[in-house]
RNA sequence: CGGAGUGUGGUGUAACGGCUAACAUUCCUGUUUUGGGAACAGGCGACUCUGGGUUCGAAUCCCAGCACUCCGACCA
């Protein structure tokens, strides 16, 4: 893309109503647009983040056998009040709406009780189970503080992943291959090494549920990690588990995260309230089990900008970056190098590399505090010099290392 | 939801109760520049959050509302 041609702009000074940083430099550098408290939308460079954290999520979910779909925001009160999760007693984060004929409506801030409903048209048989079913969907949750830029915000798109087994056995196997799946989410989205597995208070059906908490000053949780074994105890069930679950060890580091994702067994909570049974091979009549796996894309784009910036700006990992390749003019008075610059940019994009391309008439230094406070990983230069040179100049985002390549070499990036 | 604070051009700030609300930046014009947010000149852009009140006079003081931020509580 033309960087001329992009609409947003960035900024030297961050809106004084946001003191997160993650806000404060995705607002900055045009990737998202505050509409209010705790409500965002996302720009062109944020959309292509976001999508493609969608799109890693999407590969590794549907590899552990997960069917795609797309459920509603609008929830009907009928189906929560049979799980008794209408009441803002028991699910405070309600945002509730009415028909013109004043039937209430809820907008979805979570999707059990829809799914569940939804899969007793399909669920009859042994035959049918397991099941995978997720969507990528727009929650809404009236939080009473909004807080941390798009690390908590009251709109916001989530991952949700359910699973349907026939039994515990079934569903232990599943839960575990999630947690692999996940673990392999969060490394391609390069914040593996700091994010770690984190038992969590489990609800009615398991001792523990599994969080996936981030290590960063900016998180809202605390929990206590076990170096050797890469796992961690969230605070809240810090007094009945003082040790590694993996190894027993009691030297735990404390630190503060944020959760990125979190696995939960549901076990038959849902399928009794909702009546979602299924027939065994002897003609018995039993009830599905179930698991949740959620996980945020916002606020795991908020996290990754949160621990990977620096004092200069946003340095995205290779995976999620909006493009590969920031390709940068310092045009001349012929127009030779602009010349240049054109073609590449037409090369690189004929050969499907994405490729953001600063051809604004703008002075050098702007380009370059605008690279970085972007964050796009390979930073070429197209100059004068360079083309004196026949070479071009490749910086790394990341590192800072400067070196001169061939053009062709470009090409293998 | 409890507590505290703040609302001034697009953005960041200034202005004792008293002149045409100032400065920087962004944006527009022009000239000179051209490898780390250039220089100069000119210009556009504000009912000072909203509604009341006090006063000869309110961005400034008072009341109410709304919005935003922070601390805490909450976070299947």
């Known amino acids: 893309m033309r960087q001329s041609q992009l609409f947003t702009k960035t ?71 049979k799980t008794g999760r209408w009441s803002d007693k028991v699910l405070d984060v309600w945002f509730k709406t009415k028909l013109k004929n004043d039937t209430e409506l809820g907008l979805g801030s979570t999707h059990e009780e829809e799914i569940t409903a939804l899969m007793r048209d399909y669920v009859r048989s042994f035959r049918d189970l397991p099941v995978y079913a997720y969507q990528l969907q727009t929650k809404f949750r009236n939080e009473a503080r909004a807080k941390s830029g798009i690390m908590r915000s009251r709109e916001f798109l989530m991952k949700d992943l359910y699973s349907f087994s026939k039994d515990d056995a079934e569903h232990s196997v599943f839960y575990e291959k999630a947690k692999i799946s996940y673990k392999n989410i969060f490394n391609k989205a390069g914040i593996g090494e700091r994010t770690y597995l984190t038992y969590a208070a489990g609800g009615s059906f398991s001792k523990y549920s599994h969080e996936f908490q981030t290590v960063t000053p900016a998180g809202e949780d605390t929990i206590y990690i076990c170096e050797k074994c890469h796992v961690a105890v969230n605070e809240e069930i810090r007094d009945e588990q003082k040790t590694c679950p993996h190894c027993e060890n009691a030297d735990l580091k404390k630190e503060k995260a944020v959760e990125v994702g979190n696995i939960f067994n549901l076990g038959t909570k849902f399928s009794e309230a909702l009546d979602l049974a299924y027939v065994d091979e002897k003609g018995e009549k039993k009830f599905v089990v179930m698991g949740c796996y959620g996980i945020g894309p916002g606020r795991l784009m908020g996290t990754i900008v949160e621990s990977l910036s620096d004092e200069k700006g946003i340095v995205w990992p290779e995976s999620v970056a909006p493009f590969k390749i920031h390709l940068i003019s310092i045009p001349d008075k012929e127009g030779k190098v602009a010349h240049y610059a054109d073609k590449l940019y037409q090369t690189l994009v004929d ?23 972007i964050g796009i990983p390979y930073r070429v230069v197209v100059s004068d010099k360079t083309m004196a040179e026949g070479k071009l100049e490749l910086k790394d985002r990341k590192s800072g290392t400067v070196e001169k390549i061939e053009e062709k070499e470009l090409y293998g990036k």
Not at 32 to 53: D, F, Q, T
Not at 354 to 372: H, I, N, P, Q
């Open 351 to 373: 050969k499907g590399i994405e490729v953001l391309y600063d051809d604004r008439d703008t002075r050098a230094g702007e380009k370059f505090a605008d690279s970085d406070l």
């Open 11 to 81: 900024r030297k000074d961050a809106p004084k109503d946001e003191v997160a940083k993650n806000a404060e430099l995705l607002i900055r550098a045009g990737y998202i647009h505050k509409e209010m408290a705790g409500v965002y939308s996302y720009l062109p460079l944020g959309l292509r983040v976001m999508n493609k954290i969608a799109t890693i999520i999407r590969q590794e979910i549907n590899a552990l056998g997960g069917q795609e779909i797309l459920m509603t925001a609008l929830q009907d009160k009928n189906l929560w009040e």
